[in-house]
């Protein structure tokens, strides 16, 4: 299994809070991603990162702000969230971006609640 | 707009038989494609892939099937094992997209024993 650690594993916290999703990576991976997956869609990108200070938008970023200060952590910051951001959030890496021979491996996911 | 469909979102199977799982999308320019198998509580796993200069690919049980001209991927499990049983995503890439992983919304596979 590569080494992807998300933290924390389940969250719950009320609406106009902010919340910080962290994710640790261990194999020296260039390149790391958020997605969320809600059900009817999949698996869509929040945002994703290919180096130490360089991050860029997916198709579904408005509301998230990312951060990655070291090749390991990659950071996740919802401002201020809304019900709409309920959702399992998944952290993922890989060497390459969008190539088959180099596919995205997955950490375990945090489970997001706004109530 | 969904690039990426699995118009099955669950599919049943004896233990033993073949597993079909289908993909369908809509970029043509989509040069790479992966099938991803996720259990409950975990993040998504790769299984197998295929380039848009192949129609088939092969790794052990698993063959992944590819038809450009319909625009339709297939995944096929041969014998079908109760492991097998999780939801399976379809994903492709292409180089006029950024290269970003599109993801289908999701196939969730019963074999049954």
């Known amino acids: 299994d590569a080494g992807i650690t998300q933290s924390p594993r389940h969250k719950v916290t009320e609406t106009g809070t902010p919340v910080t999703l962290r994710c640790h990576q261990t194999e020296n991976h260039r390149y790391m991603y958020w997605y969320r997956q809600d059900p009817g869609h999949g698996l869509r990108l929040i945002h994703y990162s290919y180096g130490v200070k360089d991050t860029d938008k997916g198709e579904v970023s408005d509301g998230y702000s990312v951060s990655r200060s070291k090749t390991e952590d990659f950071l996740l910051t919802l401002e201020s969230a809304t019900s709409s951001q309920t959702s399992v959030y998944f952290c993922a890496i890989s060497q390459e971006r969008g190539r088959g021979n180099s596919p995205l491996h997955f950490g375990n996911g945090t489970r997001l609640t706004v109530t | 707009d969904q690039q990426v469909k699995q118009n099955s979102p669950s599919l049943s199977v004896q233990e033993g038989r073949i597993s079909i799982l289908n993909c369908d999308y809509t970029?043509?320019?989509?040069?790479?494609f992966l099938w991803y198998k996720k259990y409950p509580a975990e993040g998504p796993t790769f299984l197998i892939s295929?380039?848009?200069?192949?129609d088939k690919n092969e790794d052990g049980r698993f063959t992944v099937f590819l038809n450009k001209s319909a625009k339709h991927l297939s995944l096929h499990i041969v014998p079908s094992q109760p492991g097998d049983s999780a939801v399976y995503f379809c994903a492709a890439s292409a180089w006029n997209t950024g290269n970003q992983f599109y993801f289908g919304t999701g196939t969730s596979l019963t074999v049954i024993p």
């Open positions: 295929i380039s848009s200069i192949k």
């Open positions: 970029n043509s320019m989509f040069d790479y």
